[in-house]
């Protein structure tokens, strides 16, 4: 998978190729991350990429011809992406959306700046994300949360078990994890995750799961499909509060 960014502040971002799972995966050829420099498509001697908005108003507006050079450069070069904006105003990124986009051979991320970009570079843009209703000071923030999340559906970046079972895969919240020691200062690991005993620790995980995702997103639990092994989390579960009940 290709992904590009372009940005005021390249090395903000090029972080995100130093560290962890996506270091790996750039090193191993699943994923080729390259950042942009918009400042080095100016023609200017001090590189401005902003202007005042027409009309007036507060705050700077990110000059079009910088993205109209790069665009016509990076499409030249690469071929056409399926370009990103990152907004307050676009579609919430949320798992099934990162599996979409990991779906894209070829992804390029805009990142905005300054009161936002003048709106004739959504010439170029074919989806606008945001990650949260909040306003951030720029986009290259949203632009690595985009990345990492969508690296994670890339195949061979992380195993497709430990996909499968983190949170938002099938609209349930993960189960709790445990390693050693098995017990400190009194709290100790559930017996039946040192039972051997893998259909039990398999149902009692799936019924933490389910558990959770009641308790903290019953948004989540009303669209989920359930399987089999929903249908036994929750008799166990049932059974589990009518004990503690009595």
């Known amino acids: 998978m290709r992904v590009g960014v372009v940005t005021i502040f390249p ?5 995100i190729k130093d560290y ?13 991350i390259e950042i942009f420099n918009l400042r080095d498509f100016t023609t200017d001697k001090h590189k401005v990429v902003d ?18 050079r790069f665009f016509e450069f990076y ?27 990991a779906s894209k051979e070829h ?12 709106e004739r570079v959504s010439h170029f843009v074919d989806e606008e994300v945001s990650i949260g209703d909040y306003v951030l000071t720029g986009g290259e923030l949203p ?17 497709e078990e ?15 994890h445990y390693t050693r020691p098995r017990e400190i200062e009194g709290f100790k690991v559930p017996e039946v995750l040192v039972s051997g005993n893998h259909e039990e620790v398999e149902l009692w995980r799936r019924k933490e799961s389910l558990k959770k995702t009641i308790l903290k997103r019953p948004d989540l639990f009303m669209k989920h499909a ?15 509060l009518m004990s503690n009940a009595q």
């Open 11 to 15: 090395d903000f971002v090029k972080v």
């Open 20 to 32: 962890g799972v996506i270091a790996q995966a750039v090193e191993n050829g699943l994923i080729d």
């Open 51 to 68: 202007d005042y908005p027409y009309g007036g108003g507060p705050g700077m507006v990110m000059k079009p011809e910088p993205f109209f």
């Open 75 to 101: 499409n030249q070069k690469y071929g056409k992406p399926y370009v990103l904006l990152t907004t307050p105003q676009g579609k919430r990124l949320t798992n099934s959306f990162a599996q979409e986009l």
């Open 107 to 118: 992804i390029l991320i805009i990142c905005g700046r300054y009161e936002g970009i003048d």
């Open 143 to 159: 632009a690595m949360v985009v990345i990492d999340v969508v690296s994670r559906f890339v195949s061979g970046v992380v195993e």
């Open 162 to 176: 430990s996909v499968k079972n983190d949170s938002f895969y099938n609209d349930l919240l993960d189960h709790p």
């Open 226 to 240: 359930f399987d089999d092994l929903d249908k036994k989390a929750l008799i166990s579960l049932f059974k589990e």
